[in-house]
């Protein structure tokens, strides 16, 4: 018998359709154990329906306005005339900025004239940068509290100092000591540094794969979060995100890292895979055997063995990594903590049919949201 | 078709800077904003609050992104998400740092007996629902403080609607388990 508790809360909430409804309707009535679960779950959804709604408190939009008044909270995006508090029209604050433009301007080409200056930090594309602790260096500049980091330019730190990289107006990336970042571009499509060597903390609001790390061992794409990437001086790089999503990619592999998991890559392997930082010892030790030093099936042996239900996440990635006998060992522990929805077969996950894969993966996903 | 297009002017006005555009968005969304947040943290008002700050000021930054009323409030419900989510992380990880140095009341479970003394069953709700895991309290907060349909809840959370269902059923029944003995007898 297919029993219909999976639909139960749907159709509580109306979400059926007709067809389905009358099958869920039907079904009650003879099973004892839907009925009970049916009376469980409307129970349910009678309390969420008490959920109260509130206004915000009085002075909430004060202090938002305020907020948005502070020079520091905000970025150049910041809609202009949102001073037009000031008691001038628009138009002739626009003069006024033209001629005070136009006098600057002037100003400006006498004193270079006279005081010849590098002009690519005026002229190219550039990142804000501040001087955190010690003397970090952007381009040739060392910074003592702020600065800019252009195209082309590296940001380096030695062992004293750390420095802030404002990246446009989506986040920030924090740069630690001993450390040697690049702002290779910088554009409305994309936002990309290179970490060479050392250690970024990077905090992104942005739409997905605006904002790119590259590094000598793979390539890591935000797709809205927070984490911290550091590289050694081989060019091996870890990875752990803190908030929402990263990729990292390198060639055909691909590792999606949600929030709380690490990764490793290493320069002359690729991409490891992913795994939660509260994995046991051993469950990390046998998965980086068998990411970068062919610890083959016995390691995924070992691996497979310590795995929690969140550890699907690290049995996942492994699936295409994987063929033959080991591949249906990785399903089978999948299988385990939860089951391929109804239509996804294992013969089709087994040959890394897409559409199933998306399926069960949607399922399989639940586990991997941090509490 | 009339509102919407009061939308779509309100979000033109907003993009193009008006100030006035902005609170008025403001006072359009408040309600929704502070309500999923406040079920979100099981009544801590101060929370909530911080929060809706947060949420609008994201939004004010990125306001010139959006063409339509749809794409505005899908994207809204994704910032009031993930704001919730960051503040929670934020207090597990000052908790102790915030007591020491008095800046907020710690939350404290209340014990069963102080929970029984309570006069309004929906607080008794909103502490449950704030007890659920995120996976499972989201999809109950904007199913039932927003009433979106599960397409929409699953469109904000970028997850199928088939999980949006699983995640409901789960819910459900752990707000039964937990609240069903103020229905008995």
Known sequence: MNHVSEKLSAYCNDELTVEERRDVELHIESCGRCRREFEEIKLGVEFAQMLPQSDAPLDTWQQIEKRLGEKDSFTPSLPHSFFSVLPFSPAVLATCAVVLAVGLGVLIFVLRRDNPQPEHKTTTPSFEVDCLAGAPKAGQEIITSKGRLSVGEYLETDDKSKAKIEVANIGKVEVAPNSRVKLVGTSEKEHRLALDEGKLEADITAPPRLFVVDTPSAVAFDLGCKYTLEVDKDGNSFLHVTFGWVLLQRDEYESLVPAGAMCQTRKDKGVGTPYFDDASDRFVEALKKFDFENGGTPALKIVIKESREYDTLTLWHLLPRVSGKDRELIFDALASFMKPPHGVTREGILRLDPEMMDRWRQEIGIFWFQD | ?185
Request: proline residues 2%; glycine residues 6%; contains cysteine.
């Open chain 2, 1 to 185: 078709m009339t509102e919407m297009k009061a939308t779509e002017d309100l979000l033109a006005a907003c993009q193009s800077g008006d100030s006035e555009a902005l609170q008025l968005l403001f006072e359009k969304h408040q309600r929704r904003v502070y309500s999923i947040a406040l079920n979100f943290f099981g009544g801590d008002g101060e929370t909530a609050k911080d929060a809706t700050q947060q949420v609008f000021l994201k939004l004010f930054v990125k306001i010139g992104q959006f063409r339509n009323d749809s794409e505005f409030t899908t994207w809204l419900y994704r910032i009031v998400v993930n704001t919730c989510i960051d503040e929670q992380r934020k207090q597990k990880r000052f908790f102790p740092l915030a007591e020491l140095i008095g800046m907020r009341e710690p939350r404290v479970k209340k014990t069963q007996e102080e929970k029984i003394e309570r006069r309004e069953l929906s607080d008794e709700v909103q502490s449950a629902v704030a007890d659920l895991k995120p996976k499972l309290r989201l999809p109950i907060l904007l199913k039932y403080v927003e009433g979106l349909s599960y397409d929409e809840i699953a469109n904000v959370l970028e997850i199928s609607s088939g999980t949006v269902a699983s995640r409901l059923n789960r819910g459900h029944k752990a707000l039964a388990k937990k609240l069903g003995h103020l229905r008995e007898g």
